[in-house]
């Protein structure tokens, strides 16, 4: 799995990241909306759920790309 993962460009994965993770950014980005009810235990509607997983998936497999780029896992084979 971390193979596929590794084969992502990086500058496709941030760009990416930036506009899903983002998006709606006016008035306030959904991400940041939904982690903030996540924290304050208002996140109950399915479509809140649904809401942070989609704009949540890119941002989290970027923080995974560079965790494994920053421990060198890369280089290893699996």
């Known amino acids: ?3 596929v993962i590794d084969k992502i460009p990086l500058p496709a994965l941030v760009v990416g990241a930036l506009f ?11 991400l940041v909306e939904k982690l903030r009810m996540l924290s304050e235990g208002d996140l109950r509607a399915p479509m809140d759920w649904f ?4 704009h949540g998936f890119l941002p989290a497999l970027l923080l995974v790309r560079l965790g494994r780029l920053a421990m060198g896992s890369k280089a290893k084979p699996e």
């Open 1 to 3: 799995m971390f193979q």
């Open 20 to 30: 899903l993770g983002g998006a709606p950014f006016s008035p306030e980005p959904h």
């Open 51 to 54: 809401d942070l997983v989609m």
